[in-house]
C-alpha cells in the first residue's frame, strides 16, 4: 500500500497544475454549496426560534358573562396543540398597549372608554407550528360560542415558510448540480492523466501489471483532490463566517450565527474523498476499456 501512495503522490506533483486547478475547482463548488447548506441551517433555527414565540390572541365578544369567560378558557385548555391560555382584561390590554406606544400615548388619553375586548393569548404547543396547523386550531378556537376573533400572523406565518421552503428547493437543486459537477471535474482531471501516461500504462501491461495495481494510485489522488478540495472550501467558507457572525450582536440572543459542527465538516470532507474516488472510478472505467 505504501508503494501505492508513493506513486499517487508522486502523480500528483508531477501533474501540479493539473491538481491546483482540480483543488481550486472543487473548493469553489464546496463553497458556494456549503454556503447554501450554511444558510439554511441557520435559517431554519431562525424559524423554529419565531415559532416558539407564536402566540395567538383569541377576542372575546363583548358583553361575554364571567361564566362564559371561564368556560371559554377551560375549553381552550383542553384544545389539543395549546400550552397554555392566559385571560387579559380590556383594562391589561389597554396598559399593554400604552407601554407599547409610550412615545405616542397622547392618541390613546381622549378616549372616551376603553375600545379593546377581553381577550386570551394562548400559547400554541411545539408539535403545532406549522402554518396548516395552526390555521387548523384557528378555526377549532373561532367555534368556541364566546369568541369574536382570533388573530396569529396568519399571512406572516405562510410568507416566511414559503420563502424558507423555496430557498430549500433551490438549495437542493444546486448541491446537486455541484455535486455532479464536482464528480466531472475530478473524473476529467483523472482521465487528462490517464491518456498522458498511456504509453507508460501500455507497458506496465506488457510487462503483466495487473489492472487493480495500476488503478489504485489514480483512486488515492481523486480521494486526495476530493478531500483537499472539500477542505479548502470549508476553510473559505469559516473564513466568511467569522467576517458575518461579527456583524451581529449575538449577546442578545435575539439572533445566533452557527458555522457546522466539526461532525459535519469531517463528514463534508470524507464525502469529498467519496466524490473524488467515484471520479476516479469513472475515468479508469472508461480508459481501461479502451
Not at 505504501?2 to 463553497?31: P, S
Not at 372608554?113 to 387548523?136: G, I, M, Y
Not at 406565518?157 to 438549495?171: N, W, Y
Not at 482521465?191 to 501491461?205: G, K, N
Amino acid at each position: 500500500m505504501k508503494r501505492y501512495f508513493q506513486r499517487a503522490i508522486k502523480d500528483l506533483f508531477d501533474n501540479r497544475f493539473l491538481t491546483f486547478i482540480t483543488v481550486v475547482t472543487i473548493a469553489l463548488a464546496i463553497l458556494i454549496a456549503s454556503a447554501f447548506a450554511l444558510f439554511f441551517v441557520n435559517a431554519g433555527e431562525v424559524l423554529n426560534l419565531w415559532q416558539k414565540g407564536i402566540r395567538m390572541m383569541v377576542y372575546l365578544k363583548k358583553e361575554t358573562s364571567e361564566a362564559a369567560r371561564l368556560d371559554t378558557k377551560y375549553r381552550l385548555q383542553h384544545i389539543a396543540g395549546i400550552q397554555d391560555a392566559q385571560f387579559i382584561s380590556k383594562t391589561e390590554g389597554m396598559h399593554r398597549l400604552k407601554e407599547q406606544m409610550a412615545h405616542h400615548s397622547a392618541l390613546l388619553e381622549n378616549l372616551k372608554e376603553n375600545p379593546l375586548p377581553d381577550a386570551f393569548e394562548v400559547k400554541v404547543s411545539a408539535a403545532t407550528r406549522t402554518s396548516d396547523e395552526l390555521q387548523f386550531l384557528a378555526e377549532r378556537i373561532q367555534a368556541l360560542p364566546a369568541v369574536a376573533e382570533v388573530e396569529y400572523g396568519r399571512q406572516w406565518i405562510q410568507r416566511f415558510t414559503s420563502i424558507i421552503h423555496l430557498f430549500s428547493l433551490a438549495g437542493y437543486a444546486v448541491g446537486t448540480l455541484f455535486f455532479i459537477g464536482t464528480i466531472l471535474i475530478v473524473a476529467n482531471t483523472i482521465r487528462l492523466v490517464l491518456y498522458s501516461r498511456r504509453e507508460e500504462i501500455e507497458t506496465m501491461r506488457l510487462v503483466g501489471a495487473t489492472d487493480r495495481f495500476i488503478e489504485i494510485p489514480f483512486y488515492i489522488e481523486g480521494m486526495v483532490q476530493g478531500g483537499v478540495g472539500t477542505a479548502a472550501g470549508l476553510m473559505i467558507l469559516f473564513a466568511g463566517y467569522l467576517t458575518l457572525a461579527s456583524q451581529f450582536d449575538t449577546g442578545s440572543g435575539l439572533i445566533t450565527v452557527r458555522f457546522f459542527a466539526m461532525v459535519d465538516c469531517l463528514v463534508a470532507v470524507l464525502g469529498g474523498v467519496a466524490v473524488g474516488c467515484l471520479g476516479s472510478w469513472i475515468s479508469l472505467k472508461q480508459f481501461m476499456k479502451a
